[in-house]
Every structure is written in C-alpha cells, then in structure tokens.
C-alpha cells in the first residue's frame, strides 16, 4: 500500500540553527500538509499546499517557516532559526485530489533543539 | 470550551473485550470525522473516514457520528493485543479548511 515518507527519523540541531524536513507523499496525492505534536499534546495544523502554493496555515506557521515542492516528489518544511520550542514531532500528510478525501500521514520526523 | 475534547485514558481492557472511545466537539462546522490509531513511535494511521451522521462499519470497528450532540464513537469488538496503541480523533468542515482539528487521544492497552 503506497504510504507517506519522511527524512529524517530523527534530527538534532542547534539553536538558531536552519533546518529542513523532508517527505515524499503518495505519488497520486495533490493536496499535501504538515503537523506537529509536541510532546504530551496534541497534533497540531501548520500548513496546507496545493497547486504549489500554500492554501491555508495556522497561526503558528509564521515568518520563519517555509513549505517548498522542489520537485515532482519531494514536499519540504524550512524553519529558521530554530528554537527551543520548535522541538516536536512534526508529521507529512497528503490527500488526494479533493481536499475533503482523508488525509494519510508519515511516520514524523523527531526534531530536538539543543 | 475546547474545540475537540477526548478523555486521554489510560484505558486497560482484557483481550476480547469491547471497547469504546469517545470524542466531543463544539464546532458544528465539522462535516467530516476521522479515527486514527497511532502506535508509539509512529504516524498517525487511518481507521476510519466518515462524513456527516450516522454509523459505518469495517471489520471489528464501528465508528458512529451524532451531529446533533456533537459525539462521535469508535467501537473495537473482540479486542486484541495488537489493537493497543493511541487512538485520535479527528475532524475537519466542508470546504473551506483543509485542517485538521485533534483530540488530545486516548491510550488503550489490551491485555492478553
């Protein structure tokens, strides 16, 4: 069954320090997102990108992250200047050509600031 | 009032016992309700995909939907080891947001 991936597993960085999350959602998918679960909390809507433009974003999605489709498969989340608080889970998901079709998500990618 | 509530357990159950989790919600925009089941370590993984009111059956989950109090159900019938894990609800409205909106989860284990 085709399935959401993302690298890497597990990424360790230091404060102030740039970093990118990388997925390959299910090849047939058009409408892609991020999410993060902070630790003990809920999941949590950052972002939504369709037609290689963002759709729609939370409150938290501010000026230093950045969504980017770079090519025909690959889906990227930026942050910038990372801080501690940015430590999270942060899950990849995708849907399929209407955006009311469930969403299927990866299996996160653990980021922890040092 | 918090947009989804789910009572985070932990719920312990003996295998072959019927579960039941539960989600209540104060949006009454939300048209489209999920359940996802998340093991440690993992995504969340699809259950079930329901739209509107009423109930939908697949295998030994039900999921049943009540609009009009604002409760949604997942039933587990004859229970196994393997069903133990996080279960989240999830919902979403028609057109217009895409995101989702979560329940905090709620942790079942099935003991053998």
């Known amino acids: 069954e085709p399935e959401v991936t993302q690298t890497p597993s597990h990424q360790v960085t230091q404060m102030g320090q740039e970093v990118i999350l990388r997925c390959v959602p299910i090849?047939?998918?058009?409408?892609f997102y991020w999410y993060r679960q902070i630790l003990g909390q809920k999941v949590e809507f950052l972002v939504s990108?369709?037609?290689?433009?963002?759709?729609?974003k939370s409150e938290i999605f501010d000026d230093q992250f950045s969504v980017e489709r770079p090519d025909g498969s690959n889906f990227t989340l930026k942050i910038r200047s990372t801080k501690l608080e940015d430590s999270a889970m942060y899950f990849c998901a995708s849907s399929k050509v209407d955006s009311n079709q469930p969403q299927h998500f990866g299996d996160g990618t653990r980021l922890s600031i040092l | 009032q918090k947009e989804v509530e789910q009572d985070p357990g932990p719920l312990s159950v003996p295998e072959g016992a019927i579960v039941s989790l539960n989600c209540t919600y104060s949006?009454?925009?939300?048209?489209?309700f999920m359940w996802y089941r998340q093991y440690s370590r993992k995504g969340p993984e699809l259950l079930m995909y329901?739209?509107?009111?009423g109930n939908k059956e697949d295998g030994r989950f039900t999921a049943q939907v009540d609009k009009s109090s604002k409760y949604i159900s997942l039933f587990i019938r004859d229970s196994q080891p393997s069903d133990s894990a996080t279960y989240l609800c999830a919902m979403k409205g028609q057109g217009g947001s895409e995101k989702l909106v979560f329940g905090k989860g709620t942790k079942l284990t099935v003991n053998p």
């Open positions: 990108f369709y037609n290689n433009e963002i759709s729609e």
């Open positions: 329901t739209y509107s009111s």
């Open positions: 949006n009454s925009a939300f048209q489209y």
């Open positions: 090849s047939n998918h058009l409408y």
